[in-house]
């Protein structure tokens, strides 16, 4: 890191070494943002990022936006920037990241460092205003600086490369759990698919014959039946005659000569068919004409 706080290394630290290394001291600051910027280190580089988020921030102030609060949480292991009132972690700027840190000497309100970003490798520049304790804030992250590289010589950089290891890890786990949340959205999906597809058509419903416009089954021809023979052998009996019988236009009953029978007939006309049958006996008179059935007399 490019100690920008070297000029006043002369000065005692303003905290107790337990205070960084087994806590955290904390600021309420303002947020101008972050930029990307060129280089890791530079006060030109430094310059040009705070004129450019100050300028921002002045069109955002014009529309109504205000600058947001924040809460710097400062510690052996880097820089916390959370939600002062949830304690929402926004940014976690791991101090080994870290490579330089100033407070602007014009402006006493104004400080600002360069971080590494752990997933683009970009280099960020934050900056913040601070009430007038630029220089504290930045003190307090040299001290920070310097208890940690006291603490990797006494380790021999293992506990450095053990925070690196724990880094990776918890990245790793936060993609793990994303993924985990995407496959569960896909099964989701897959089963409401398979649900849908179980699902008789009509809502479950039996389907209906179709009608015709008179909303009426249509008409379906069918074979006749054939007569099922009596269990002698015989013909079957014929069908019964109902008991009422419609009328012709003369009162009287329609004939019907497959169930008639002599006595079927009425008695006037039973006694016409009597005399008829014994005309034939006797012979046939035609016109005045007596033709006779005995051949042996046949005469005309």
């Known amino acids: 890191m490019n100690r920008a706080f070297n000029r006043k290394k002369d000065k005692s630290w303003m905290h107790t070494p337990e205070a960084l290394a087994k806590h955290f001291i904390a600021y ?4 101008l943002g972050n930029t990307e910027v060129d280089q890791p280190k530079g006060t030109e580089i430094v310059k040009d990022a705070v004129r450019k988020l100050k300028f921002q921030r002045h069109i955002k102030k014009s529309e ?34 870290i490579s ?30 601070s009430e007038k304790c630029a220089e504290e804030i930045t003190l307090t992250i040299g001290q920070a600086f310097d208890l940690a590289y006291k603490k990797f010589l006494e380790s021999g950089g293992k506990d450095v490369e053990t925070r690196k290891q724990i880094g990776g890890l918890q990245k790793r786990i936060q993609d793990l759990e994303a993924e985990n949340s995407e496959l569960k959205k896909q099964l989701q999906v897959l089963e409401e698919q398979l649900m849908i597809a179980q699902v008789p058509p009509g809502n479950g419903m039996s389907p209906k014959n179709p009608t015709d416009i008179f909303d009426m089954v249509p008409f379906s021809a069918m074979p006749p039946l054939a007569p099922l023979p009596a269990s002698n052998g015989s013909a ?6 109902p008991t009422e019988m419609r009328r012709d236009i003369f009162g009287a009953e329609p004939f019907d000569p497959f169930t008639c029978g002599a006595a079927d007939f009425p008695p006037d006309i039973q006694s016409k068919l009597d005399e008829m049958q014994e005309g034939f006996k006797m012979g046939l008179t035609v016109e005045g004409t007596i033709f006779s059935l005995d051949p042996l007399e046949g005469r005309c």
């Open 28 to 31: 309420n600051v303002k947020f």
């Open 64 to 97: 109504g936006q205000k600058i947001p609060k924040v809460e710097l949480q400062i510690s052996i292991y880097g820089v916390k920037i959370l939600d002062p009132k949830s304690k929402e972690v926004q940014y976690n700027c791991q101090l080994h990241r």
């Open 100 to 129: 330089f840190c100033a407070d602007d000497k014009t402006d006493k309100r104004i400080f600002t460092f360069i971080c590494k970003d752990s997933e683009s490798n970009k280099h960020l520049c934050y900056v913040f205003d």
């Open 236 to 241: 079957p009996p014929p069908p019964a005659r």
